[in-house]
């Protein structure tokens, strides 16, 4: 309904500035880009998305050039290769988490103006191989069934996204990981290389796609060391 709040301290009809720096503005125009309805009036949902595709079309540049600053900005903050292989990772936030394919998703998205899949239209511009995008699909849901599995082994309370080490036996248990009495490493072991090996899969993959992006623009954009 018209002025039902979707965002804390958000409210229908508020301009999606996607020419903003501002961190809290920015993140609701990444929302906006995945944004899909479920239920509701279906006028103003495409009014509102009608507005938000005039404003992300004609800010597309800005967008884009924001959006690569924040992922200096957040990888300068993490610490990126000393945060690369934490013994407690963030399977979201963390510096080759989920977050990682998101941001890599929004870039695309922002730069091709588009709300349809950004992987085609890097492949169909010859900046990304079909063979890249397979494989970073597998990754992908490895950590996302890491990812919800963990959500499984807490409490309904819980909000952690982070796989303590009280976490990761159970955690290897419910994804059928035993320990190998041949090579002497635990489930938990086999658990770790696997998840850090879709990790660094996954980041390299984000990295090379918004550094192809970032290439492409006038004058090119810094991207992380």
Not at 63 to 88: D, H, M, P, V
Not at 133 to 145: D, M, N, P, T, W
Not at 178 to 185: I, N, Q, Y
């Amino acid at each position: 309904l018209p002025g039902q709040t979707t965002w804390p301290d958000f409210e229908l009809g508020t301009p999606i500035k996607v020419e903003s720096m501002d961190e809290e503005k920015l993140m609701v125009a990444t929302e906006m880009l995945d944004a899909r309805l479920i239920t509701g009036n279906k006028r103003t949902a495409q009014r509102w998305e009608k507005k938000f595709k005039r404003r992300r079309e004609r800010f597309s540049k800005k967008f884009t050039q924001n959006l690569l600053l924040y992922w200096n900005e957040r990888y300068k903050k993490a610490g990126f290769i000393e945060s690369f292989y934490e013994r407690e990772p963030n399977l979201k936030e963390g510096v080759a988490g989920l977050r990682a394919m998101h941001f890599a998703r929004w870039v695309a998205q922002a730069y091709f103006k588009t709300k349809d899949d950004p992987f085609r239209h890097l492949i169909l511009n010859a900046l990304l191989a079909t063979e890249e995008a397979s494989k970073v699909q597998e990754v992908y849901r490895f950590l996302l069934i890491m990812r919800n599995e963990l959500g499984a082994a807490l409490d309904s309370k819980s909000t952690a996204k982070s796989l303590t080490f009280n976490l990761q036996a159970k955690l290897a248990a419910r994804m059928n990981y035993r320990d190998d009495p041949k090579t002497g490493s635990s489930a938990v072991e086999q658990m770790l290389q696997d998840y850090y090996r879709a990790a660094r899969t996954l980041f390299r993959f984000s990295y090379k796609v918004i550094r192809r992006i970032a290439s492409q623009l006038d004058p090119p954009r810094d991207t992380p060391v």
